[in-house]
């Protein structure tokens, strides 16, 4: 059983143990400064340019849901939330026609429910890329390796199955992350392939038909271009990225294998102008070339 007086409740207690403060204190101050920037500018008309921003979370601890709601009262004004096949589909069809959000979550937190919850209250439904692997794991010192060497976290607790059927009766998707968080850049081919058809498999039965696909650590130098055939291969009809980045009207249908999904993190803790501010400068810079496969030559 766990003991839930060692597993971390709050997104305090990971701010306190971050070996990394002065960077993140120096971080913050510039992003204030570019923050205030974008503020003191008319950015209006990049805001509604027609376009899909993907954002997902890891967690929503006790301490951030309040936060995260004035996020998602601040992000309804200028934005319509979809659904994540929805906003798939959107990208794929050609279809973007004005500013779109879409949320997912990675990794199976158990205060993902936190999320949940709140996400529900706006009406907005997301995908929720889960490790089989770690559903249902109840013994305290397998979390705590599995949190320290695969989610470089403190231990935290993760849903079960009977979470994952919740989401699933509120309206929300369920993704693969994989079976155990892997690095799949640093993994033999071959195993990558039995873990994507092993993941799909317990996740159809368990869920339903799983359509999306996300990897872990989420940098493109976490991937490459035979996984990305290897997912399209087991049956997934989409693969994203934690690369930062929105996507506008491709002009013309796109192939599934052709797009490749980028994601902003998002932490429910964050400055809400910083998060603005980087939705506002993916926004700018946004090109046909965002929706496009970056392991291509």
Known sequence: MINMDLLTTKFKRIKEANPKKIRNFVRNIALDMLSLKFELSDFRAELEKPRIQFLYIHHIFEDEAENFRKLLKELAKYHSFISYSEAVNKVLNNEIDKPYIAFSSDDGFKNNLIAAKILNEFNIKAC???????????????????????LLLPPIEFMDWEDVNRLLKNGHEIGSHTMGHINVATTNTSQVKENLIQSKDILDKRCGNIAHFAYPYGRFFHFHQDALNLVFETGYSSCASAERGCHIAPGRKLKTEELFIRRDLVIGDWNIKHVKYFILKNAINASVETNKNPYQK
């Open 128 to 150: 929720f890329f889960i490790n089989p692997d770690t559903i249902g794991l109840k013994d305290f010192s397998q979390i705590k390796i599995f949190c320290k060497n695969r």
